[in-house]
């Protein structure tokens, strides 16, 4: 029989399960958006959840798929595995057949052995089935009708029926709901030898990889009660999953394997064809007698394999890398895989996006959303790769630089060796940057790295400065055999989020006395949908709260109100109060635990006075018109750069509107033309809203309304719509009544205000024109500048710029030329020391690299039997720089210019080194700039002596 392909096994399973009566149906979104409790879909059944919970439905009662899953975190996660063994993954498929309250054990039993054996060919004695032993504290005695049931429907040798605990032979969705019990299948895959001499039942659920489980049954039959009972389930279900890597492994015999399958073979063969090392040809095909070394590349070539296809499959379904929730896993485990391929394969350009494409070509028929987004992934995963590559080699010779001290450390070391490594220290001093002097700061870092731990602060700054997740840390510490102090890195995240938590903070504070002084009771209202102001409302509560600046803030509720709190990126109202003959001001609208709080400029004296609340319309308008251009931007970026477009925050101003979404890369002045457009040409449009404010969640979904992701939305909502085919958003906002009020929209800018998320801020109508009049009176101004030769104004001023250009270029040769007359002066002073030509001497207005180009050509000059030294100021009177000269001849003697260098530059504070011919150094402290250069002569008769 020829071997089969990892498509045909998928094929096969869906066509088996077709021939039962089964819906095929298909995988759901690794990104399970219905259900709060999952970051990433991990299992078959989650689809299928609410089936089991009894809250929902399906028009079938037989289903079978292949459902992508993502094993990363929680108590199912394989992340630190990946890689050192051969059959770990956080991205696998989990084939699967369910029954909805129609088959039970029987034909899922019976099912099974048929695929296995009569279709696939696996040998019967090979096999081993687990059932529930049974469980006192649940209630429960053995499951012998499964039992039963193996030994007389399938041809199992009846010893291979093996009884398990609880914790391998009871499923359970949670502490409560539904449960039961489950019966696994296991396949040895040892030699007969083996199997002769140890028995493949005790080796099962023995963590051997060999005698692995394929595929594990579900019986769900009972319903887990708050105080630990069991309770029959008037309908029983069947929920089973096999693991699709694991039964290619199994069907290709490549030996437990998963890795040495054709799901990988197309994917590792590219990633050997891209690495720059001539000895990686092929996973299987390492040139080099090192075993050590060997696996040390199959491990990384295991991990990006992995990691690519967890990656590819997130961005398809909609993630981008991030800092929060799923987009901070996949920016962690993308950034694994790329640190796998620097430091093992030799990768130091992009490489990961590259090998999309072999994995869409292997796996692109079984999953059409790897055809469809292939272009997006890669972007995105080059962008993503890109950024950390800025970072990724700075930060590994950091953490190279620091880890042999704590390798070496021991709790009574002196770190001698420490001492006199500046380069580490002044590291280390970016990681401690409150701790003053080096002894304190060798100290603070011996007290961890006794312990043979990479310090906290370490860990922080490789994240924070250098973009290393700490897992990502952890990793290269453990591979140094090494740990990480984790508390102390987790109080340092916590003290950076504090900082910025109290710099973002502002406003009102509240403290024990700000209670609410209750006028009157009754239903709170808010009416500014239809309205704009009250004829008659009635104060419910006042109070007066205390600002951290000392200067109290008044507050109001009313009855009824036709102000909008700030909510949803849009500012609150503001307006008039008009309480009895006062006139109060509003200064802002807030929500307050659901109340619409008014704050105004003072409370009035009367407060039980009749209330006529009246808002801001002319400002409100404006807002109005910002709201609905950002839900017409919304659609239109969608439109233009793709449905990965998705919200992530927003600010409707009555002068500006501001957009943040995720997008992984600039929008180009071409694209962002084309939105313009595209809004613009939907405003001329008029077209009329449609406000429904009371509709379901899931009717307004299933007609296409943007649902945010993470935001929280009740059974009800309210729908605004501007063409049902264009904009359809659920939104409690303000919006005009047509688009044609709006007038116009204009961007003022694009950036980037995080990693994957693009920022737009624009202005609408009058805001609009009055923003292009003043582009246009600037660039009439500019052109009245250029009245001699009646060119076109872009030209005029590229020939201003080149003739700038060339003369800075003579200024600055004439600079230099000025610099090196004053090399002459220097070397006309030149002192003899030893055997030794010393040439000293301040150089004024030059940055350290003019200072080493002096330098090189001070030692031309020189020749032979010479050394220089050269020292500016930076034109801050901050800094000093300096550079240090050594002939050939006299490095022979044992001058070197890394330690001259080295050495004067401690009497300016600093440090420095470099090659024996050539070295720089610098210094905070240019006050001694000429104590430095004085102590030359000495520092190099030393060296000669």
């Not at 709080?597 to 404006?622: C, E, F, G, K, S």
């Not at 202005?763 to 009055?770: E, S």
């Amino acid at each position: 029989m020829p071997q089969l392909t990892s498509e045909q096994i998928r094929q096969q399973f869906l066509d088996f399960f077709r021939e039962k009566g089964h819906e095929i149906v298909r995988s759901a979104s690794l990104v399970p958006h219905d259900d709060p409790t999952l970051l990433f879909t991990n299992a078959g059944m989650n689809q299928f959840k609410d089936v089991f919970l009894g809250t929902g439905s399906r028009s079938y009662v037989r289903a079978a798929d292949t459902q992508k899953c993502l094993r990363v975190s929680g108590k199912h996660n394989d992340l630190e595995e990946v890689g050192y063994d051969t059959y770990h993954h956080t991205f696998f498929e989990m084939l699967g057949n369910w029954s909805f309250g129609d088959y039970f054990k029987r034909e899922a039993i019976q099912w099974a052995w048929e695929l296995l054996v009569d279709r696939w060919g696996l040998e019967p004695d090979r096999l081993y089935a687990t059932v529930h032993e049974g469980d006192d504290k649940l209630g429960l005695e053995a499951d012998d009708e499964a039992a039963a049931l193996w030994k007389s429907e399938t041809g199992i040798i009846p010893e291979h029926v093996l009884y398990g605990n609880s914790k391998d032979n009871f499923w359970m969705m949670g502490d409560t709901g539904p449960c039961g019990p489950c019966s696994e299948l296991h396949v040895d895959l040892r030699s007969d030898e083996e199997r002769a001499q140890t028995p493949g039942r005790d080796l099962v659920n023995k963590d051997d990889p060999r005698v692995m489980e394929i595929w594990n049954l579900v019986f769900i039959q009972y319903n887990a009660q708050p105080d630990g009972s069991l309770k029959p389930l008037a309908a029983k279900h069947v929920d089973t999953g096999m693991g699709f890597e694991r039964i290619v492994g199994v069907l290709q015999d490549t030996n437990g394997s998963t890795y040495d399958t054709d799901l990988f073979a197309p994917i590792l063969q590219a990633l050997a064809d891209l690495s720059p090392r001539k000895e990686i040809n092929g996973y299987d095909q390492i040139e080099t007698t090192d075993e050590a070394e060997r696996e040390k590349i199959r491990i990384a070539m295991r991990v990006v394999a992995d990691h690519v296809r967890t990656c590819a499959f997130a961005i398809a379904d909609g993630v981008i890398p991030g800092n929060v929730g799923q987009g901070y896993v996949i920016r962690r485990i993308l950034r694994r895989a790329v640190r796998y391929g620097y430091q093992t394969l030799g990768m130091r350009t992009p490489f990961l996006y590259q090998l999309v494409a072999p994995l869409k070509d292997k796996m692109g028929g079984g999953f059409d959303e790897l055809v469809r987004r292939e272009d997006y992934i890669q972007r995105v995963i080059k962008a993503e790769e890109e950024s950390f590559l800025e970072t990724l080699g700075t930060g590994i010779q950091f953490f190279e630089r620091i880890a042999p001290y704590v390798k070496a450390s021991t709790s009574n070391e002196p770190f001698s060796s420490l001492k006199t490594d500046s380069q580490a220290l002044d590291l280390l001093q970016k990681a401690y940057p409150e701790v003053e002097g080096r002894e304190d700061l060798i100290n603070q870092f011996a007290q961890v790295a006794a312990q043979k731990k990479i310090p906290g602060e370490v860990a922080f700054l490789l994240h924070d400065t250098y973009g290393f997740p700490v897992d990502l840390t952890q990793l290269m510490a453990r591979e140094e055999g090494l740990g990480v102090d984790m508390k102390r890195y987790n109080e340092c995240m916590q003290q950076q989020r504090d900082r910025a938590r109290a710099a973002a903070s502002f406003g009102v504070v509240h403290s024990d006395t700000d209670t609410w002084q209750t006028l009157s009771t009754g239903d709170e209202a808010f009416v500014g949908y239809d309205h704009a102001h009250v004829e008659k409302a009635v104060i419910r509560a006042v109070r007066t709260v205390a600002l951290p600046d000392g200067e109290p803030t008044y507050e109001i509720v009313l009855d009824q109100t036709p102000f909008y709190a700030e909510s949803g990126g849009q500012v609150g109202d503001t307006g008039r109060l008009y309480v009895g003959d006062e006139i109060v001001q509003v200064l802002d609208t807030q929500k307050d635990k659901g109340r619409f709080v008014h704050i105004v400029d003072r409370l009035p004296a009367v407060l039980d006075a009749p209330v006529m609340a009246a808002v801001d319309t002319a400002r409100r308008q404006r807002i109005k018109k910002h709201h609905t251009a950002t839900h017409l931007l919304h659609a239109a970026l969608r439109e233009a750069l793709g449905s990965h477009v998705q919200q992530k925050g927003s600010l409707v101003a009555p002068d500006r509107l501001r957009f943040d979404f995720s997008h992984f890369e600039r929008v180009s002045p071409e694209e962002l033309q084309a939105v313009e457009q595209r809004v613009n040409e939907v405003i001329q449009r008029n077209i009329a809203k449609q406000e429904e404010p009371s509709i379901g969640f899931d009717e307004a979904v299933s007609r296409g309304a943007m649902a945010l992701f993470g935001e929280k939305y009740g059974d009800t909502v309210r729908m605004i719509t501007f063409d049902p085919d264009y904009s359809v958003e659920l939104c409690g906002g303000i919006h005009v009544d047509a688009t044609g009020e709006i007038g116009l929209l204009k961007f003022l800018s694009e950036g980037s205000v995080a990693a994957g998320v693009r920022r737009v801020e624009a202005v609408t109508g009058q805001d609009a024109l009055a923003y292009i009049d003043r582009e246009v009176g600037e660039l009439e101004r500019a052109r009245g500048q250029f009245k001699t030769r009646g060119l076109p104004l872009d030209e005029e001023i590229a020939s201003l710029l080149e003739t700038r250009k060339t003369l800075e270029k003579e200024l600055e040769a004439l600079r230099l030329q000025t610099l090196e007359s004053h090399l002459d002066a220097l070397i006309q002073n030149a002192a003899t020391v030893g055997t030794a030509r010393l040439v000293t001497g301040r150089v004024p207005d030059a940055d350290m690299n003019t200072l080493r180009d002096l330098g090189q050509k001070l030692s031309d000059r020189l020749g032979e039997g010479s050394v220089g030294v050269l020292g500016t100021i930076d034109p801050e009177g901050e800094k000093v720089y300096l550079v240090a000269t050594v002939s050939p001849d006299l490095i022979k003697q044992g001058v070197q210019a890394g330690k001259l260098v080295g050495a004067l530059a401690k009497q300016v504070g600093g440090g420095g080194g470099g090659r024996p011919n050539l070295a720089t150094a610098g210094g905070k402290q240019p006050e001694n700039l000429d104590a430095a250069l004085a102590q030359a002569p000495a520092v190099v008769q030393a060296m000669l002596a």
